[in-house]
């Protein structure tokens, strides 16, 4: 069993907290502010004043605080107590934030481990909790066992920024996923049809699209989109115009899927509509140079 410290007692910190004493750790607490630590000191945690008490109670430090402006200000405060120690940041941010943070900390004399955690406070130690992590391989190999207790841990690489960038990505999946979801029962709804009757047919449908996204990978990855002789880009545009033209009759707003349809008539435009839809991509990616 180990020694694991916490910094922040907001919904997460306090799920994780809560998994480590489950798990049988000894485990130390420290929050911003006062007053949140009361049912985990019942189960066991010990709670200290400050975040470099708690930083000097353990080997390693887990600290999920709201943002990066945040976790910046705790590291700032507890700097002195920082050396020799393992720092593992699951704070969400960008890959930018987690690389300066992996940096000054190093600069402090201690590991930095970031993370991203892929799962909300109540599915922490479930079997769906995916933890994303990058930056000291030491520290993730001394911690591997107490940190696949919060759920599955997946090592990315050395660079700080993977794990963020990876769960930034892995949320963009979901908010395009959500976006077409709302639209979709907006549109129904406008005849009073209810969501929930109509996920009978949306999600099988939606389960049934995925399985063109190997297809789109391999495009995106050569950067070759093809001949579509089955559904071009040109007739998707079309079709498109098409929901969104449907939607204006319905009353329904087309603010979540606009953008979209001005890439499909750029890519349409610029001579590419007899081609796969992943040409979409091309538009949006970083440009070389
Ligand atoms: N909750 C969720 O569903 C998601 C799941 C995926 C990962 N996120 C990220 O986890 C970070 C923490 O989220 P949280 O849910 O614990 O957030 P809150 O319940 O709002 O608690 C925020 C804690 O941050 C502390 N805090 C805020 N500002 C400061 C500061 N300047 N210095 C020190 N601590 C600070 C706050 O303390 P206090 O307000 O109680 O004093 C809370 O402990 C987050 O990055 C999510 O994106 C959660």
């Known amino acids: 069993m180990a020694n ?32 949140k630590a009361a049912s985990l000191v019942a189960k ?20 999920c605080v709201l943002d990066y402006a945040a976790s910046d200000s705790v590291i700032d405060e507890a700097a002195s ?20 943070a992996a ?13 991203g955690i892929m799962a909300t406070p109540p599915m922490i130690g479930g079997e769906h909790a995916l933890i994303l992590y990058s930056g000291s ?27 963020s960038l990876h769960d930034l990505a892995l949320l963009s999946g979901m908010y395009g996923l959500f976006a077409g979801f709302f ?16 996920l ?7 389960t049934a699209m995925m399985g063109a996204l190997p297809e789109y990978a391999e495009k995106i990855d050569s950067g070759r989109h093809g001949v579509n002789v089955v559904s071009n880009l040109g007739m998707q545009a079309a079709s498109l115009d098409n929901i969104l033209t449907a939607s204006r009759e319905q009353g329904v707003a087309t603010d979540l899927l606009d953008p979209m349809l001005e890439l499909f008539r750029k890519r349409a435009g610029a ?16 440009k070389s140079g």
């Open 4 to 35: 694991i410290s916490i910094l922040g007692l907001g919904a997460m910190g306090q799920a994780l907290t809560a998994r480590f004493l489950q798990q049988g750790h000894t485990v130390t607490i420290w929050n911003r502010t006062p007053g």
């Open 44 to 63: 066991g945690a010990r709670e200290v004043k400050s975040a470099a008490g708690a930083i000097a109670a353990s080997d390693v430090t887990v600290m």
């Open 81 to 100: 107590a920082l050396s020799g120690r393992a720092l593992v940041n699951l704070t969400n941010g960008t890959p930018a934030q987690a690389r300066a």
């Open 103 to 115: 940096g000054r900390v190093a600069g402090l004399g201690a590991a930095y481990l970031d993370g």
């Open 137 to 163: 391989k030491a520290t993730f190999d001394a911690h591997a066992g107490a940190l696949e207790g919060l759920g599955a841990a997946n090592y990315l690489g050395a660079d700080a920024g993977l794990a």
């Open 183 to 198: 639209h979709a029962s907006a549109l129904i709804d406008s005849e009073g049809i209810r969501a929930a009757s109509f």
């Open 200 to 206: 009978k047919l949306l999600s099988p449908w939606m």
């Open 271 to 286: 001579g590419f509509g007899d081609e796969d839809i992943s040409g979409l991509f091309e538009l949006i990616r970083r």
